[in-house]
């Protein structure tokens, strides 16, 4: 569901941590940071394999927030040992603008924004489009190229 195309199946990562606290959030579970139990290496293996075992390429990296400063260094460990292989789509509540200066290369998709509860809609995928929980939310490409319009990703 959470890859930006109407057809790929995707592996997601969650990742603990969030310092943005979106009222409505829903992963608040997601928002505390805590250290990660398994090496950086083992959790590359772990995802390698269950992209394997789903026959995919696509991974999805969300939470809590991947890009969170607790959480760059993982991510960045993840994303240059798997964009060759993997195409990554990166959800995160910072604005484009943030995402460029972290200067990450070979990302796929990013989602950006934070969720706005007073603008909250339903969020769903169609085979025509891919529409997010708030318009202000968008996504872009990996040269930070604007896809979608008022949260809207129209796949035709």
Known sequence: LDYPDPESNAVIVYFRGCEHHCKGCHSTILQQFCEYSESNQEILEKIIDYCKRADTNKLVFLGGDPLYSKNLSLTSYLVN????????????????????????????????????????????????????????????????????????????
């Open 81 to 156: 040992n798997l964009n060759k292989e993997y195409d990554i789509c990166i959800f995160t509540g910072y604005d484009i603008e943030y995402v460029k200066n972290l200067k990450l290369q070979g990302i796929k998709y990013y989602k950006c924004g934070k969720f706005d509860i007073s603008q909250q809609r339903k969020s769903m995928k169609t085979d025509e489009e891919y529409v997010l929980a708030s318009p202000n939310q968008n996504f872009y490409d990996g040269n930070y190229k604007q896809l979608s319009t008022n949260g809207i990703l129209k796949f035709k």
